[in-house]
Nanobody, 122 residues
Framework: QVHLVESGGGLVQAGGSLRLSCAAS????????MGWFRQAPGKEREFVAV????????YYTDSVKGRFTISRDNAKNTVYLQMNSLKPEDTAVYYC???????????????WGQGTQVTVSS
């Protein structure tokens, strides 16, 4: 069992930065791939980034490549999403999630956080 709690969201101007954190409880955190997803009003939840269990391979959706960076600290049971050069279209509720394998498919994720709101003003 893994319990996930996101933090770090907020209101930022376009071009600004935010760092999201996702704190996990449970001794099996380090065995899971961790992903970030987002959902904007009226849209489906979409994949943003994923990192392997050991912090090795990472993958990003095309729209955030070069702007967002996913990382993890297994000693702290935390995964991060550094978001730079934010755009109004990045506005959404951001969720972290845990999956047994490296994937962008939300159906494969076993555990989800409650989400944190990110709003980017123009």
């Amino acid at each position: 069992q893994v319990h996930l709690v996101e933090s770090g969201g907020g209101l930022v101007q376009a071009g600004g930065s935010l760092r999201l954190s996702c704190a996990a409880s449970g001794r099996t955190f380090s065995s899971y791939a961790m992903g970030w997803f987002r959902q904007a009003p009226g849209k489906e939840r979409e994949f943003v980034a994923v990192i392997s269990w050991n912090g090795g391979p990472t993958y990003y959706t095309d729209s955030v490549k070069g702007r967002f960076t996913i990382s993890r600290d297994n000693a702290k049971n935390t995964v991060y999403l550094q978001m730079n050069s934010l755009k109004p279209e990045d506005t959404a509720v951001y969720y972290c999630a845990a999956a047994p394998q490296l994937t962008s498919n939300p159906v494969a994720y076993d555990y989800w956080g409650q989400g944190t709101q990110v709003t980017v003003s123009s």
